[in-house]
């Protein structure tokens, strides 16, 4: 998304296969920031003085122009005088970009970022197969396709701040899940279904124990059923009955028998294609035990 100034309608809407410039610069004539003061003797050096100011600007946009460059982008700003030039030459700029955006436009365009135009080298420059201005909903965007680093934009939308907050943190987990699970391919049965596993196979290893051991281990086995639990309490079914189920199913059968939310049953969770990656599960029961034993290990904590 980019910052749009007077004159924008003018400017091309598609550029096929353009070459792309992207610069840390400001093209805008802007009041100076701190006091100053100017002594001038004659209306002629006044004149030199407000011309001066407006031969650097354009001797910037004329650099920009002389690269060749169709697509530009700024972090900084640019003004509607800039911006009505570029589009008299058939050049599209966007101005306010964010730092994210522009790291994320010179991975796949292969530009670079400057922050001088003293001297605009083509390896500077960068190109796509597309860039194309759309608006989205209220929001004017600039697409860039048919990039030399495939990339994906995902756009959210919806009807307050909370519902995209939330949507977006449940895509990026998925997205992350995907992302592990390229890495290493290994799955396991979702569903409540491991945990289900895991905590049968320990209580039967635990009777093999005696004393302390076994009361730890079988109390271990148990806090695994919190997730099974969990998720027939959210989804409305009698958990008591589940949960006995499955415990016969995972003591006889060496199955990955879990909860079939929808219907209120014990399904197979292979079967039904309701997986976890196995680096992610295994990740989330080392840091549930080890913050565990960091409270055991606290003396001074009063149980009630």
């Known amino acids: 998304r980019v910052f749009f100034k007077q004159g924008f309608e003018k400017k091309k809407k598609k550029h096929y296969y353009p070459l792309i410039l992207l610069i840390d610069i400001e093209l805008e004539i802007k009041a100076e920031k701190i006091n100053s003061e100017v002594k001038i003797n004659s209306i002629t050096k006044y004149k030199q003085f407000i011309d001066a100011e407006w031969s650097i600007i354009y001797e910037k946009l004329d650099r920009i122009t002389r690269s060749q460059a169709k697509v530009v982008f700024s972090k900084q700003a640019i003004g509607d005088l800039a911006t009505q030039y570029f589009s008299e030459r058939g050049v599209s700029a966007g101005g306010r970009i964010s730092a994210d955006d522009m790291i994320r436009i010179s991975k796949g365009t292969n530009a670079k970022i400057i922050s001088s135009l003293g001297i605009i080298h083509s390896s500077h420059i960068g190109t796509c ?3 194309e201005e759309k608006q989205i909903g209220n929001e004017r ?3 860039i396709s048919g990039c030399i680093t495939e990339s994906v934009t995902i756009f959210i939308r919806g009807s ?6 939330e949507t977006s943190r449940c895509l990026n987990d998925g997205i992350m899940i995907v992302n ?6 290994k799955i396991v049965g979702g569903a409540g279904s491991v945990e289900m596993k895991l905590s049968s196979k320990l209580r039967r290893y635990a009777q093999t124990l005696t004393g302390k051991e076994q009361t730890i281990l079988g109390k271990f086995a148990k806090s695994l059923e919190i997730i099974p639990k969990v998720l027939c309490k959210n989804s409305g079914i009698d958990q008591l009955k589940i949960i006995s189920i499955l415990r016969k199913k995972h003591s006889n059968f060496d199955g990955w028998d879990g909860i079939d939310i929808e219907n209120g049953r014990v399904f197979d969770a292979m079967e039904n294609y309701i ?6 599960k295994i ?4 840091a549930a035990t080890e913050a565990a034993c960091s409270l055991l290990s606290i003396d001074s904590i009063s149980l009630e």
């Open 180 to 185: 592990r699970l390229m890495k290493n391919q």
């Open 283 to 286: 990740n989330a029961i080392q």
């Open 141 to 143: 965007f600039i697409l």
């Open 160 to 165: 307050n701040l909370k519902v995209l907050d």
């Open 275 to 280: 997986w976890e990656p196995l680096n992610v």
């Open 129 to 131: 197969g597309l860039v």
